[in-house]
């Protein structure tokens, strides 16, 4: 009589204690960390992820290099995490990488910079119709017409080699008396190569009437070029990505405009597609094409950017 009583106390002890959460490893893999839109990106992931204390999220910086990339995506995969979201430095250096983290059961998803290899998902800025946006507003402000040149972005991120498109594309059909005299890529999406590549426009062209660097931290050093050459207020400068130094800039009429995303809110989208997968074990998409989601563009002027509120700038 008294060992079943035993049991039954032990028994109701165990109903009671509660069920231990799984721990869950999300991995952050962008293309360098510190950067203003890799920032916004996390926070706005970690405004999601806060409300979970059994999700551990580690943050990798690849400091701008496929390779060191490609070393931690192997280095997550054989630790077993979770979920990856990805950053992709190069569309096609990264994709083996992805298929091999989805064979092993990691969802993988990329934000902006995806790869071409088919992966779960991908948060993106609508980059065609950022470069759309922008030509169609630069070319309201030319008065549709002027030499223009565009700062490339790094070969191998499609993000840029779309909004470039999105640009030529405004251009072409909307303003046939403006040229496009000029284009080079920034290697690393750096400032300060894009204040190198400026200069070389500025000497070529003595009638620049205006500049797409397909990033703002290239409108910024084109800028600052345009700035130290005397010749700022003759040249219509347009960003992409909206960053909180550059919307400043606007509002200075330093910098005529960028196409501005909500990175913050992106973040969040991605976070919680995350949680959704981990709660719900669905394991990586068996979709035969990755699920993009496209945020639409803003396009920020000095006219405009006041629209943005001040806790939306990253």
Request: charged share 20%; with cysteine; net charge positive.
């Given at each position: 009589?008294?060992?079943?009583?035993?049991?039954?106390?032990?028994?109701?002890?165990?109903?009671?204690?509660?069920?231990?959460?799984?721990?869950?490893?999300?991995?952050y893999?962008?293309?360098?960390?510190?950067?203003?839109?890799?920032?916004?990106?996390?926070?706005?992931?970690?405004?999601?992820?806060?409300?979970?204390?059994?999700?551990?999220?580690?943050?990798?910086?690849?400091?701008?290099?496929?390779?060191?990339?490609?070393?931690?995506m192997?280095?997550?995969?054989?630790?077993?995490?979770?979920?990856?979201?990805?950053?992709?430095?190069?569309?096609?250096?990264?994709?083996?990488?992805?298929?091999?983290?989805?064979?092993?059961?990691?969802?993988?998803?990329?934000?902006?910079?995806?790869?071409?290899?088919?992966?779960?998902?991908?948060?993106?800025?609508?980059?065609?119709?950022?470069?759309?946006?922008?030509?169609?507003?630069?070319?309201?402000?030319?008065?549709?017409?002027?030499?223009?040149?565009?700062?490339?972005?790094?070969?191998?991120?499609?993000?840029?080699v779309?909004?470039?498109?999105?640009?030529?594309?405004?251009?072409?059909?909307?303003?046939?008396?403006?040229?496009?005299v000029?284009?080079q890529?920034?290697?690393?999406?750096?400032?300060?190569?894009?204040?190198?590549?400026?200069?070389?426009?500025?000497?070529?062209?003595?009638?620049?009437?205006?500049?797409?660097a397909?990033?703002?931290?290239?409108?910024?050093?084109a800028?600052?070029?345009?700035?130290?050459?005397?010749?700022?207020?003759?040249?219509?400068?347009?960003?992409?990505?909206?960053?909180?130094?550059?919307?400043?800039?606007i509002?200075?009429?330093?910098?005529?405009?960028?196409?501005?995303?909500?990175?913050?809110?992106?973040?969040?989208?991605?976070?919680?597609?995350?949680?959704?997968?981990?709660?719900?074990?669905?394991?990586?998409?068996?979709?035969?094409?990755?699920?993009?989601?496209?945020?639409?563009?803003?396009?920020?002027?000095?006219?405009?950017?006041?629209?943005?509120?001040?806790?939306?700038?990253?």
């Amino acid at each position: 009589m008294k060992k079943t009583a035993i049991v039954a106390a032990l028994l109701c002890v165990l109903l009671v204690v509660p069920a231990v959460a799984q721990t869950y490893k999300v991995a952050y893999i962008p293309q360098s960390i510190g950067q203003p839109n890799t920032n916004a990106w996390l926070e706005g992931m970690m405004r999601v992820f806060r409300k979970y204390p059994n999700v551990k999220v580690q943050s990798f910086d690849a400091q701008l290099k496929a390779e060191l990339q490609v070393s931690y995506m192997d280095d997550v995969i054989n630790q077993k995490y979770d979920a990856i979201v990805l950053q992709a430095m190069d569309a096609a250096a990264l994709s083996a990488s992805v298929k091999a983290a989805e064979a092993k059961g990691i969802p993988v998803i990329t934000v902006n910079l995806a790869t071409i290899q088919k992966h779960t998902a991908s948060v993106q800025m609508a980059d065609i119709s950022a470069g759309y946006a922008v030509g169609k507003e630069m070319g309201k402000q030319l008065g549709g017409k002027g030499n223009v040149v565009i700062i490339q972005s790094p070969p191998g991120a499609i993000l840029g080699v779309n909004r470039e498109k999105g640009f030529r594309q405004a251009m072409a059909e909307l303003y046939p008396n403006i040229k496009i005299v000029g284009a080079q890529s920034a290697e690393g999406w750096k400032k300060e190569i894009a204040i190198t590549i400026m200069n070389g426009f500025l000497q070529a062209n003595k009638e620049l009437a205006g500049v797409f660097a397909v990033n703002d931290n290239m409108a910024e050093g084109a800028m600052i070029a345009a700035e130290a050459a005397g010749r700022l207020d003759q040249i219509k400068i347009w960003g992409a990505n909206g960053q909180k130094s550059t919307l400043a800039l606007i509002e200075q009429g330093k910098i005529a405009g960028t196409a501005y995303n909500n990175s913050f809110a992106q973040g969040s989208l991605i976070a919680e597609m995350v949680m959704e997968n981990l709660q719900k074990k669905l394991g990586p998409s068996k979709a035969a094409e990755t699920k993009v989601i496209q945020i639409p563009p803003f396009a920020a002027t000095k006219e405009t950017v006041g629209q943005i509120a001040a806790e939306d700038r990253w």
